[in-house]
């Protein structure tokens, strides 16, 4: 640890710091400081501002521009909160978030778990991410596979928290480490939905355009003979009847996966455009999902 109290750290110290704060407040004056923080955000960084429009323009073209313009300003807010709802996640009072969540579908998992089949949560970049594991941790053993950060502090931080949260971690890249973890009956929760332009990857249509995805979640069911649960999570602050967040867990996917790659990886695109349709505002439109590809010729992100 002492290689983090080099003065290029501080600054990151200083945000933790801010943030653990925040972790401490009453949820609704957290919810309350994300939502100003997110406005303010959509002033501050143009550039993923510009990207957030162009996506929901490609994603949403029956929508008016006054309307793409609403929802950027809804999704800023969300990224806001977002840092609350990881905050929350990491040092908050587990009595009190548990407190505040909700399960829909919880048969789908008590069935996957009778069955006894290794089991993936095909999860999905949402705002809330950060609280599912949250959510399930006292049911079951399970495994985050997350982005490693660029800033060690930050990375170092983000595996302890969430190690001690709500269970394992494990590098993106580690595919044998994933497989070895489902055969030992450990859950996996894989988030495949952000631009991917590696070798591997194919385009696959996404709300309409191609865009540079994933299709590692049918090799890694295929090798691990898991079955797969699409699982989100949403946040309500506005609705005293499920303020809160909610954990989406969705039914397995049947005859997954399949003879052809391409089609699994589609299926699980539209399955994600299902999800993004409940609460558009929530989902991350600030990552270059269609980075690569082009429209008329033209490259998407200018």
């Given at each position: 640890?002492?290689q983090?109290?080099?003065?290029?750290?501080?600054?990151?110290?200083?945000?933790?710091?801010?943030?653990?704060?925040?972790?401490?407040?009453?949820?609704?004056?957290?919810?309350?400081?994300?939502?100003?923080?997110?406005?303010?955000l959509?002033?501050?960084?143009?550039?993923?501002?510009?990207?957030?429009?162009?996506?929901?323009?490609?994603?949403?073209?029956?929508?008016?521009?006054?309307e793409?313009?609403?929802?950027?300003?809804?999704?800023?807010?969300s990224l806001?909160?977002?840092?609350?709802?990881?905050?929350?996640?990491?040092?908050?009072?587990?009595?009190?978030?548990?407190?505040?969540?909700?399960?829909?579908g919880?048969?789908?998992?008590?069935?996957?778990?009778?069955?006894?089949?290794?089991?993936?949560?095909?999860?999905?970049?949402?705002?809330?991410?950060?609280v599912?594991?949250?959510?399930?941790?006292d049911?079951?053993?399970s495994c985050?596979?997350f982005?490693?950060?660029?800033?060690?502090?930050?990375?170092?931080?983000?595996?302890?928290r969430?190690?001690?949260?709500?269970?394992?971690?494990?590098?993106?890249?580690?595919?044998?480490?994933?497989?070895?973890?489902?055969k030992?009956?450990t859950?996996?929760?894989?988030?495949?939905?952000?631009?991917?332009?590696?070798?591997n990857?194919?385009?696959?249509?996404?709300?309409?355009v191609?865009?540079?995805?994933?299709?590692?979640?049918?090799?890694?069911?295929?090798?691990?003979?898991?079955?797969?649960?699409?699982?989100?999570?949403?946040?309500?602050?506005?609705?005293?009847?499920?303020l809160?967040?909610?954990?989406?867990?969705?039914?397995?996917l049947?005859?997954?996966?399949?003879?052809?790659?391409?089609?699994?990886?589609?299926?699980?695109?539209?399955?994600?455009?299902?999800?993004?349709?409940?609460?558009?505002?929530?989902?991350?439109?600030?990552?270059?999902?269609?980075?690569?590809?082009?429209?008329?010729g033209?490259?998407?992100?200018?």
């Amino acid at each position: 640890m002492t290689q983090f109290l080099h003065p290029k750290y501080w600054p990151s110290w200083f945000g933790i710091g801010l943030l653990w704060l925040a972790s401490q407040l009453p949820w609704r004056w957290q919810m309350f400081l994300g939502g100003f923080i997110g406005r303010l955000l959509f002033y501050a960084i143009p550039k993923r501002r510009a990207v957030c429009l162009t996506n929901l323009s490609i994603a949403f073209p029956d929508k008016t521009s006054k309307e793409i313009e609403a929802i950027t300003k809804a999704h800023f807010e969300s990224l806001g909160k977002g840092l609350f709802d990881a905050a929350f996640s990491w040092w908050g009072d587990v009595k009190k978030l548990l407190a505040l969540s909700h399960i829909n579908g919880i048969e789908h998992l008590e069935s996957a778990l009778n069955s006894r089949r290794p089991i993936i949560f095909l999860s999905s970049h949402f705002t809330s991410l950060e609280v599912s594991g949250s959510i399930l941790a006292d049911r079951l053993d399970s495994c985050f596979v997350f982005r490693p950060h660029k800033n060690k502090l930050l990375n170092h931080l983000s595996i302890q928290r969430r190690e001690a949260r709500f269970g394992k971690t494990i590098s993106k890249d580690n595919i044998r480490g994933m497989i070895k973890m489902l055969k030992q009956g450990t859950a996996v929760w894989y988030a495949p939905d952000q631009k991917f332009k590696r070798k591997n990857h194919l385009m696959v249509p996404f709300f309409g355009v191609e865009a540079p995805t994933n299709p590692a979640t049918s090799r890694l069911a295929k090798l691990a003979d898991a079955v797969v649960i699409p699982i989100y999570c949403t946040r309500c602050d506005t609705d005293a009847s499920s303020l809160g967040y909610t954990l989406h867990i969705m039914p397995p996917l049947e005859n997954f996966p399949s003879e052809d790659i391409n089609d699994d990886t589609l299926l699980i695109n539209k399955i994600i455009e299902q999800q993004i349709q409940t609460h558009i505002e929530q989902y991350l439109w600030t990552h270059k999902r269609y980075k690569g590809a082009q429209i008329n010729g033209k490259s998407i992100y200018q």
